[in-house]
């Protein structure tokens, strides 16, 4: 049973997610009219936006605790957001700020807070071997933390993937592969790049435990991985998990999406996992006032985050020099200025 | 450049350099069966930076492919494919992910030639993205020009241009070698990046290729020999204009790196005296010491100044300021020829 706190946490970070991605599209495509410029504005760079993937983000991540690791691949706010990662810095990293999660290194595909445990990569599936490694170290040292890696339908594919449900099966490590299918990888719908329409039936060649949720039902998510994290703490090994989301947006902001038919759009945009999670919380018994409060404070936090990090400051430009090593060794410089390494003499 | 009335009598056409590209792969295909394309969102999308932009609609999807994203599974599938007397073109979508197939691409494509005592080759061409200055991050904004080319066994060719883009689409396609097209995204024209003043060119309509060793001399000058490639022979040209009244420099790009023209490089460093190397890969172990070293064991003598303006080595950060402080500038390569005056 999902308990009333939970219920109103889990559309709490859905609406949130939802909102913070509607406010981050207006501020990306500000500053790139009237010709789209990747890289002017108050947010350069590719930004892939997960409006439409929150109830996988909400369902799962409400069983985790600081402790317990997440690693996102390149379209990660959602689940940065369920999994605690602080909004207003990891905000300010996005619009490439001094007081980033990241000092304004990293940038949206590369979000780090150590504090809950949370790290991206951009590189399809690369985050799942790290995640196996995660729950390796708390299996080693006797902890009862989880780790959990969030992957695409498009990166099922991928031999990291493989390799880590492999690996996590063979070493019976607490993992919950958490699979998005969105339909999309950037162009390509996911029958052309694959015959198994059902990604969580990859689990079978693993001989470990494979589920999916058919509609993006953010409490039919809970169950599922309430199960898979359970078994996983209790020392019995890893699950793969699979969620039917929906791409509201193009696949990166600019994305114009010609490929994409009208009809899938549309689609897309009906099946709406908040307004699902709004009709459970108020069959729950969940007042309208209590919903719409939730909906307001969810909203004006991302706007304080939006305020905050725009008023930070932006990197020096020496900083890029830094945080290449932990421990610097004696006598390495990362070559920063022309001309600063050699000057060859022949006859000068 | 040509004017718009003079290039309809020469049959050119002013053109960007995914067009350029385009036009050559075309064209090549119509040629050859063997000749076909494989990517990620290489078809409907046609390239994310326009590599294969309307192939899909003349060749269909058996020839323009759509893959799964599986670096080793499609690249390797090219070199077996190649093996098998096929003439593929795979595109690795950013260079940065190189890491996912490399095997594919420096234990098989690049070797199998010399481990088969030549009984095998692999004539194949692997397309891909490089470069930075729009704020895409460590992981997709590296260059990694010397990563490839420091491995033997392969052909490697930046083009800075669309009318090299063509000639050395068409050489590569041709080359019974495997072949590393790498192609800057800020040179290629897409509608959401604006390329800088040069990459656009007069094209010629007619087929021609470009011999893989051979730099081309940018810009004539007798003070200042500056090499470069990619992206930053726009921004070398900008600095030798703005030097034009104190310095007179001469700007060489270097087209392909295997094989590398070191006597264009010679000659120009016999004659100035002076050599900068400008380079947005990593500082170290990498495109600008060899150049540097082929300038040294062959033009000691001659040399008085040897600089090198290149990226820090560090990985690649987000913010504009972080990334603007390291990727080279033109005022840091007109700084750079100016200290080798001083
Ligand atoms: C190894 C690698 N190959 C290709 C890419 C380029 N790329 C970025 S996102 C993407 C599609 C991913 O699709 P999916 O896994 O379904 O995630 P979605 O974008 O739908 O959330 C691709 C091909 C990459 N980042 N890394
Ligand atoms: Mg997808």
Redesign the interface.
């Known amino acids: 049973m999902i308990s009333d706190t939970e219920l109103q946490e889990m559309y709490g970070w859905m609406v949130t997610a939802r909102y913070y991605e509607e406010r981050l599209q207006e501020e990306y495509l500000e500053g790139k009219q009237p010709a789209f410029d990747i890289s002017a504005g108050p947010i350069p760079g590719e930004l892939h936006l997960a409006a439409g993937q929150e109830a996988a983000a909400a369902g799962v991540c409400s069983h985790l605790r600081d402790a317990d690791t997440v690693t996102a691949p390149h379209r990660p706010h959602h689940v940065a957001i369920a999994k605690g990662v602080d909004l207003k810095r990891m905000t300010a990293e996005i619009f490439g700020r001094r007081t980033g999660l990241c000092k304004g290194k990293g940038g949206h595909m590369h979000l780090f807070d150590s504090t809950v445990n949370f790290a991206g990569s951009g590189i399809i599936a690369e985050g799942c071997p790290p995640a196996v490694g995660a729950a390796l170290a708390a299996e080693k040292r006797g902890e009862d933390n989880v780790a959990v890696a969030y992957l695409g339908e498009g990166a099922i594919s991928q031999g990291g993937f493989l390799e880590s449900l492999n690996l996590a099966s063979v070493q019976n490590l607490p993992v919950l592969f958490v699979i998005e299918d969105n339909d999309w990888a950037i162009s390509m719908p996911k029958e052309r790049v694959t015959d198994v329409g059902n990604g969580s039936q990859r689990a079978d060649g693993f001989d470990m435990p494979g589920k999916r949720v058919d509609y993006d039902d953010a409490c039919a998510v809970y169950e599922a991985a309430g199960e898979a994290i359970g078994r996983a703490r209790d020392g019995n090994g890893p699950t793969l998990l699979e969620v039917q989301v929906h791409r509201r947006m193009g696949h990166f902001m600019g994305d114009a999406e010609g490929y994409r038919p009208e009809a899938d759009s549309e689609r897309a945009k009906q099946r709406d996992s908040i307004e699902r999670m709004e009709s459970t919380l108020q069959k729950a018994g969940i007042d309208d006032d209590t919903i719409d409060d939730i909906r307001d404070r969810s909203h004006q936090r991302v706007e304080d985050a939006i305020e905050w990090a725009k008023d930070q400051p932006e990197p020096d430009p020496d900083e890029a020099y830094n945080d290449v090593f932990t421990n610097p060794p004696a006598g390495w410089t990362p070559n920063t200025k022309p001309g600063q390494t050699e000057s060859a003499g022949g006859d000068d | 450049m040509a004017e718009a009335d003079e290039s309809e009598t020469t049959g050119e056409r002013e053109t960007t350099m995914s067009r350029a590209m385009v036009s050559a792969i075309a064209s090549e295909m119509r040629d050859s069966d063997d000749v076909f394309v494989m990517g990620?969102?290489v078809?409907?999308?046609g390239g994310?930076f326009d590599s294969t932009d309307g192939l899909l609609e003349e060749f269909g999807r058996e020839k323009i492919m759509?893959?799964?994203?599986?670096e080793?599974?499609f690249i390797g599938a090219a070199v077996g494919a190649a093996q098998a007397g096929m003439r593929p073109i795979a595109e690795l979508m950013f260079a940065?992910?190189f890491?996912?197939g490399m095997d594919q691409i420096y234990n098989q494509m690049a070797k199998n030639t010399y481990m088969s005592g030549s009984t095998v080759n692999v004539p194949m061409v692997l397309m891909t993205a490089v470069g930075g200055?729009?704020?895409?991050?460590?992981?997709?904004s590296q260059t990694l020009y010397g990563t490839f080319a420091h491995l033997p066994g392969m052909k490697v060719v930046v083009p800075s241009t669309a009318a090299d883009a063509k000639g050395l689409m068409h050489t590569a396609i041709r080359d019974d070698d495997p072949v590393v097209y790498m192609f800057h995204k800020r040179l290629m024209g897409i509608?959401?990046?604006?390329a800088p003043d040069g990459p656009k060119t007069s094209v010629p309509e007619d087929d021609y290729t470009i011999d893989f060793g051979e730099a081309d001399v940018k810009r004539e000058g007798d003070d200042v020999t500056v090499v470069t490639l990619g992206l930053h022979v726009h921004r070398a040209l900008e600095a030798a204009d703005a030097l034009a009244e104190e310095v007179d420099v001469e700007v060489i790009d270097l087209r392909t790196l295997v094989p590398l023209d070191t006597e264009t490089v010679l000659e120009s460093v016999r004659k100035t005296?002076r050599l900068?190397v400008v380079d947005e890969d990593y500082?170290?172990f990498g495109l600008s010491g060899e150049i540097?070293a082929r300038a040294?064991e062959g033009a000691?003598?001659?040399?008085?100044?040897?600089?090198?303006?290149?990226m820090?080595?560090?990985?690649i950060?987000?913010?504009?300021?972080?990334?603007?402080?390291?990727n080279?500038g033109r005022e840091?390569?007109i700084?750079?020829v100016q200290?080798?005056t001083e």
């Open positions: 990620e969102d078809a409907d999308y994310i759509d893959v799964p994203i599986s080793t599974g940065d992910f890491g996912v200055t729009y704020n895409d991050a460590a992981q997709h509608g959401w990046m604006p005296g900068v500082h170290s540097v040294t000691l003598a001659n040399l008085s100044a040897v600089r090198r303006v290149t820090p080595d560090a990985p950060p987000y913010a504009r300021p972080l990334e603007q402080e390291v080279p840091d390569i700084e750079a200290s080798t």
